[in-house]
Structures are given as C-alpha cells and as structure tokens.
C-alpha cells in the first residue's frame, strides 16, 4: 500500500467546514482512497473512498487532485460528535491483505 | 450497510485467567477477519489475520499461543488471550472484510480489557 502523510492534528469550529488533507504521492494507479474515522473508545467507521473522481455520500465529501497524488476529505457542516481522528488509508480496490493504520489527523470540533 | 458485532464490550479479568472475545458479522460473510490492538492515544495496530477455516497469519511480535484466533465459519472469529496479564490490558477491536465488498473493512465496536 502506498503511503500517506496526514497532519497530526486540526481544530474546527462547529457548524464550518472540516478540510483534512492526506498526502500520498506514492499511489498507484489502481490504488483507491479510503478515510475511516474513530470517536474515541469506539471501532473506526468506513468514511467514503475514491479512484479518481471526486465522491460524495451523506457523510463527507472526497476531492482527489487531478495527478491523485493528494486528497481533501470534507465535513461540510463539521459538528461535535464528528470529533474523532480520521485515517487516510489507499488500497487496491480487491486488496485482501492486512490493513495499516497509519497515525491520522485528530480533529477537534470546538463550539 | 454492513454490521460487525463484537462482544463482550468491556471485560474484567484476574491475572492468569483467559478471555475470549467474539467477533461477528451480522449481514454479511466475512471472508478475512483482522485483530488489532489499540493502546491509550496510539493507533491501532495489526495483530493477526484470519481466513475462514484455515489459521491465522500472526504480525511480528505478536504471540500466537497467547492471542488464540478462531475463524471457524464465515460469520465468526474468536481472540482468546491466554493467561492474561495486567501487560495485556488493551483495546481490542476486530474488522471483517465482506466477500465481495472489496478493500473496505467493517469495524467491530471493540473491546476493552483490563487484567487485575
């Protein structure tokens, strides 16, 4: 799996958006994004992933540069509860292999 | 979408004793199942990986006959920590990848152990 690089931390205010970059310069072609998230004590939650085109579901949004070397997941109305540290992970899509979790960004909703 | 039950939620243990956690996929059938191990403000980290009805492939440093890893059916795995010890307390989270759902992973709740 390619590698990723993620900012330590990040504050938001409640109600704004949420930007959290994800560098991986290293991707490969059929290599996908992933994000998964972790509110504290709790299993990580399958965020959103993406190939190429940007994608939206009801959670996020995941914008994905044109050369795929970097990535921006978005909370559009950033709340408290989605406090929490976000995992930017690639993977070939049939990848059955062991999953690595890398350090994250934590991201603190503020009021 | 997908649900991975993990059960118990919290246990308390005595020193010596074993425990054994489950792990379930509720909707779907779990070809692979992964054990990670979450110590306080660190990341997960892989334990060991199981495939159904064959035995799990083990991370480095990680004691095979101390963390026992069952996956005997498409739906269930099982981690029993053999002879437990205050060193042992964690937060032990399982993951299950669906057979035809690709590279994404469905997260148990975890499990938090601590031995006296």
């Known amino acids: 799996d390619a590698k990723t690089t993620q900012p330590p931390s990040m504050d938001c205010a409640e109600g704004r958006a949420a930007n959290l970059p994800c560098n991986h310069s290293?991707?490969?072609?059929?290599?996908?994004v992933y994000w998964y998230r972790q509110i504290h004590s709790q299993g990580p939650q399958y965020i959103i992933h993406?190939?190429?085109n940007n994608e939206t579901n009801e959670m996020a949004s995941l914008i994905i540069t044109e050369d795929r070397k970097s990535s921006t997941l978005i909370l559009p109305h950033a709340t408290l509860r989605d406090t929490a540290v976000y995992y930017c992970?690639?993977?070939?899509?049939?990848?059955?292999?062991?999953?690595?979790f890398g350090t994250g960004t934590r991201l603190q909703v503020f009021p | 979408g997908a649900v991975v039950s993990q059960h118990p939620s919290w246990v308390i243990c005595k020193s010596g004793t074993s425990v054994k956690i489950e792990c379930r996929s509720l909707?779907?059938?779990?070809?692979?199942m992964f054990w990670y191990r979450q110590f306080p403000k660190q990341s997960l980290m892989l334990m060991a990986t199981s495939n159904e009805g064959s035995k799990a492939t083990y991370e480095q440093g990680v004691e095979k006959d101390k963390f026992l890893i069952n996956h005997a059916s498409l739906t269930l795995s099982t981690l029993t920590v053999t002879s437990a010890h205050p060193e042992d307390s964690s937060f032990y989270i399982c993951?299950?990848?669906?057979?035809?759902?690709?590279?994404?992973?469905?997260f148990g709740s975890g499990t938090q152990l601590s031995v006296l």
């Open positions: 992970i690639v993977r070939v899509w049939a990848a059955t292999d062991k999953l690595i």
């Open positions: 993951s299950a990848r669906a057979r035809s759902g690709g590279a994404k992973l469905f």
């Open positions: 909707d779907f059938q779990a070809t692979t």
């Open positions: 290293t991707i490969s072609g059929n290599e996908y």
């Open positions: 993406g190939l190429k």
